[in-house]
């Protein structure tokens, strides 16, 4: 069985990941790096798979990179990303874990369930409402990157212009102040 076979019966396991970690600051929860490696680490050794997140560079710029190894026949599955280049090492350290998080988040399609909110309401979004939510979120996460932003400037922006529960409106208005914010960055320059 080739690796992206197992991988499509990883992902068949795994369908998402609790938020059990709470941020104070902004009353949200969240999945921390070590939940997650926690829920995927059996489901991978099922499939003789092994998880290696190494850090790295590209062209002397600080990255992650992603690997998922078939130890049965040596096949790799690959991403790197780049992280913001930081000076400060507390900073850069929740970079990592950050950046660490997402990519297995993507590599494994995980969905970021919610065991309150919502889900213990019973109430649900359209789907036309989440199409619209996603594509602002995936703009807003690219806007981030973009200005080379770290977690505690992720958080205080977020802070500043959304509640728990990241309504379009929100999103759009944290959108826009991103934007602005990036033009203003350029005309420094």
Do not use: W
Request: hydrophobic share 30%; no cysteine; glycine share 6%.
């Amino acid at each position: 069985m080739g690796i992206y076979k197992k991988l499509a019966n990883v992902q068949k396991k795994i369908i998402g990941i609790v938020k059990g970690a709470e941020n104070p600051y902004f009353k949200s929860k969240y999945f921390d790096i070590n939940q997650m490696l926690e829920t995927l680490k059996p489901t991978l050794q099922e499939e003789n798979l092994l998880l290696l997140q190494p850090l790295s560079n590209v062209n002397g710029i600080p990255a992650i990179k992603t690997m998922l190894v078939d130890t049965e026949t040596d096949e790799m599955i690959e991403s790197t990303v780049t992280l913001p280049n930081l000076n400060d090492p507390q900073k850069m350290g929740s970079s990592i874990t950050y950046y660490r998080r997402y990519s297995l988040q993507s590599l494994f399609s995980l969905q970021a369930l919610d065991d309150d909110g919502n889900m213990a309401s019973g109430k649900t979004e359209t789907p036309a409402g989440k199409g619209k939510k996603k594509k602002l979120e995936d703009e807003i996460q690219s806007g981030y990157k973009a200005m080379g932003m770290d977690e505690t400037e992720i958080y205080t922006m977020e802070k500043n212009f959304l509640d728990n529960k990241r309504t379009v409106s929100d999103l759009e208005l944290l959108l826009k102040s991103l934007r602005n914010k990036y033009k203003t960055k350029e005309l420094g320059k």
